[in-house]
């Protein structure tokens, strides 16, 4: 056979040879040990916690060693894509602080290394192709889906290993005379590999996660290019991951399969081969067991879900952490206040059987870092979050920024803040009340007599003044608690509960319920004070004349 010929029969209009356009795409000047490493999605317009994992160990790795991170966009399957997948994938790893210094952007390609969207590359796959041809290392084959699944059957029903190797690869030793006949017919033809591995033969790799393989040798004769001459990924990988100038590829394990024909096809193609991060999947307990988060079973994987139940970027970057490098809450402790990008991060610490995912730590470590926030800050995401979820809190928010930013401060700042806020969604329960159209009518305790709840309401009334500071204040609590007959011993009403009618916390909860609507609030003597005395007055009015 005439390799030669073959190539040119088949890519007549490749004209470029391999080393010019290496040439395009020179070495980048990058500090030593600097990682050149990219996000690679395909446009599908569903973003989810995986992408956000790949992307979080990319840019880690990339920022944190001077390196580079760029978006290229494998939209190879063009039945998959969605319009403006591509913007949401950018604006979701932004909002989590995944910026990219090259790739694809909201308005085409920026950077020197493009095209990165692999439509846009079919020339210069066609120029690898050719060369592969042309050393013998690539045929066409023009096998229908017919006789492919003719193949498949015959080697289910003999029990082997299905797939299109030696004796099944029927195109791989053609004459030029009959792949001139199918080309002459206009037949569709996909390029393979011609594989020259075997299965007996294993050999030594080393992932940066999952340490050691032993890897066995690919026998099979993949496809290259599909019959629209647009690549697979296999070969796009290759090509794009040389050109590139990519060092590490951090990816899903699915690919852990194709790891043997990647090397085979690197190797083949005189490619230096980029160091591999097989990152394992996102676990989740399901009773006693683990299991594969699930886009049909498990809302939380989409990255929509975080946005729109409230939980802050900072908090699914600081969760994502925990899980993804054990040592990280450690040095959280210590560094209570360091931005997340400066702790060290290690591909090496990754799970290699993957990471479980535990929504309840989310949400604590969610409530810890927005207590960790200033009032400002709550302020600003909260109504960020509440114009485009609740606009009408939204707009209850933004109508008087300081009257929020100080209901916001209660129990902020100092060694022990309060941790009512896992996601934007719980501040309307927690302080709707502050506003007269969210608070709720009060449901007392009905083994309390109205009567008393009324005597006691009125005498606050009657020696309320918003003046007092917080002991005074109490004060007045303990004195109507034992003019009424109720104890302030708390200690001696637990020894003998049946000894009084009432405590001052019974009391308190009357108050507390009158001027918030609820049993559970936030300090009942900042809440008055943030109130003011009218509203405060008028609040209590109002609970008396409905009892
Ligand atoms: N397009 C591939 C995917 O979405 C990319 C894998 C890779 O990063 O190489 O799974």
Excluded at 27 to 51: C, D, I, Q, W, Y
Excluded at 158 to 182: C, F, H, L, P, V
Excluded at 385 to 398: H, I, N, R, S, V
Excluded at 470 to 498: H, L, Q, R
């Amino acid at each position: 056979m005439d390799h030669k010929a073959l190539a040119e029969l088949l890519f007549p209009n490749v004209t470029m040879t391999p080393e010019e356009v290496e040439a395009k795409f020179p070495h980048r000047n990058l500090p030593e040990g600097a990682v050149v490493t990219r996000m690679a999605p395909s446009p599908t317009g569903f973003v989810h916690m995986g992408h956000l994992v790949q992307g979080l160990i990319s840019e880690r790795m990339a920022h944190q060693s001077g390196g580079v991170l760029f978006l290229r966009i494998e939209d190879t399957d063009a039945k998959r894509e969605v319009p403006g997948a591509v913007e949401v994938l950018i604006d979701s790893m932004k909002y989590y602080g995944i910026q990219f210094d090259e790739g694809a952007t909201m308005d085409g390609d920026s950077g020197n290394y493009g095209p990165y969207r692999q439509r846009q590359r079919a020339d210069i796959y066609h120029v690898f192709a050719k060369k592969l041809v042309s050393e013998g290392h690539a045929y066409p084959c023009f096998c229908t889906e017919e006789e492919l699944s003719t193949m498949r059957e015959q080697q289910e029903a003999n029990k082997e290993t299905t797939g299109y190797y030696g004796k099944y690869a029927m195109w791989r030793d053609r004459s030029m005379e009959d792949i001139q006949a199918q080309l002459n017919a206009g037949n569709p033809w996909v390029l393979r590999f011609r594989s020259e591995g075997s299965i007996e033969n294993q050999f030594k790799f080393d992932d940066l996660v999952k340490g050691k393989l032993t890897i066995t040798e690919n026998n099979v004769d993949h496809v290259l290019l599909k019959s629209d001459g647009i690549p697979t990924y296999h070969f796009a990988h290759a090509v794009d991951d040389q050109l590139m100038r990519t060092t590490h590829v951090v990816r899903g394990d699915e690919w852990l399969p194709s790891l043997p024909f990647h090397i085979q096809l690197f190797k083949t193609l005189g490619f230096k081969l980029p160091k591999y991060v097989h990152i394992g999947p996102l676990m989740k307990m399901d009773g006693n067991s683990k299991r594969k988060l699930s886009k049909r079973k498990d809302p939380e994987l989409a990255m929509t879900y975080y946005t729109a139940e409230g939980f802050p970027a900072k908090a699914v970057y600081e969760y994502l952490m925990t899980v993804l490098n054990s040592n990280f809450e450690d040095w959280r402790r210590a560094n209570a206040d360091a931005p997340a990008d400066t702790f060290k991060f290690s591909p090496k610490k990754l799970n290699p059987a993957g990471s479980l995912f535990d929504y309840a730590k989310l949400v604590d470590v969610s409530k810890n870092v927005i207590s960790r926030m200033s009032a400002e800050e709550v302020y600003d995401l909260l109504t960020a979050w509440a114009q485009e979820y609740d606009p009408d809190f939204g707009a209850k928010l933004t109508a008087d920024p300081d009257y929020a930013k100080r209901i916001l401060a209660i129990g902020r700042g100092g060694k022990k803040p309060r941790k009512d806020l896992a996601v934007w969604k719980d501040a309307k329960p927690y302080m709707g009340f502050f506003y007269d159209e969210y608070l709720e009518v009060p449901q007392f305790d009905e083994k309390f007599d109205k009567a008393v709840v009324i005597d006691v309401l009125n005498r606050f009334l009657e020696k309320f003044d918003i003046n007092d500071d917080s002991n005074v204040w109490f004060e007045k609590v303990k004195a109507i608690t034992t003019e009424i007959g109720f104890t302030t011993d708390m200690k001696a009403y637990k020894a003998d509960p049946t000894a009084f009618p009432g405590t001052v916390a019974d009391v308190s909860t009357f108050l507390r319920q009158a001027v918030t609507g609820k049993t559970n609030s936030p300090d009942l003597y900042t809440v008055m004070q943030i109130l003011g005395h009218e509203r405060t007055v008028d609040r209590i009015k109002a609970t008396i004349a409905k009892l």
